[in-house]
């Protein structure tokens, strides 16, 4: 059981949002690679093609708009703070909930919380702390991080099917960079859809959280 000394010294390392120190490689490598799918589907890719086909209009007005989605939902989700509100608001009460005492926070907070090591606060219905983001999601950005989950798959699915075709019609060392677009996209797309399938199944078929399923139905707030 961690001393008062322990204590005091976490609160110094309280993560507010994604954007707090330290920032893990993964969250950094995966803005890198976004970021270079990103630029290849709007500004490498259109300037190498010379094929005039509506379809292309269509597919890269598609894909600009999941990009904004994506970098909207990326960051407000590394804004976001999930932590429990009862460590602002000790007075904050919900109709019927349970409450359990976190020695860490020195506060009471819902019994679903759970108290992140990374982050150092309780997060409301913690469900797990994703590098990627950099920020833990529970009760108050689940909703918000299946969306994104939802439009990277709608992103780089069509991404893979534009690289190919484009492979198929144009010449020399372009259609090539088509490919590597295509590639890149499917690595991405492969991780999020098996995560997002994941996270079908325990939410609309075992009503649980990541952390439920992982540790079972009763979860220390450790």
Not at 18 to 46: K, R, T, Y
Not at 81 to 97: C, M, N, V
């Amino acid at each position: 059981m961690p001393n008062k000394d322990d204590r005091e010294r976490s609160k110094e390392y309280i993560k507010i949002n994604g954007f707090s120190h330290p920032f893990p490689i993964l969250q950094i490598l995966a803005i890198s690679l976004m970021l270079v799918i990103f630029l290849l589907g709007i500004s490498i890719i259109p300037s190498i093609i010379e094929i005039e086909a509506p379809i292309l209009d269509l597919i890269m007005g598609f894909d600009n708009y999941f990009i904004l989605a994506i970098i909207t939902d990326s960051l407000l989700l590394m804004l976001s703070d999930p932590a429990d509100p009862r460590l602002i608001d000790q007075d904050y009460y919900r109709k019927g909930e349970k409450l359990q005492f976190c020695q860490d926070c020195s506060a009471q907070v819902d019994v679903l919380s759970y108290h992140c090591k990374v982050c150092c606060r309780c997060v409301e219905e913690f469900d797990h702390h994703c590098v990627f983001l950099n920020n833990c999601i529970g009760r108050k950005n689940y909703k918000q991080f299946f969306r994104l989950l939802l439009s990277l798959i709608t992103y780089t699915s069509t991404n893979i099917g534009m690289g190919i075709w484009l492979f198929f019609n144009l010449e020399n060392v372009f259609r090539w960079i088509a490919l590597s677009y295509s590639i890149l996209s499917f690595v991405v797309f492969a991780e999020i859809l098996s995560l997002t399938i994941f996270h079908c199944y325990i939410s609309c078929f075992l009503y649980k959280t990541t952390l439920q399923v992982i540790k079972g139905d009763k979860i220390n707030i450790r």
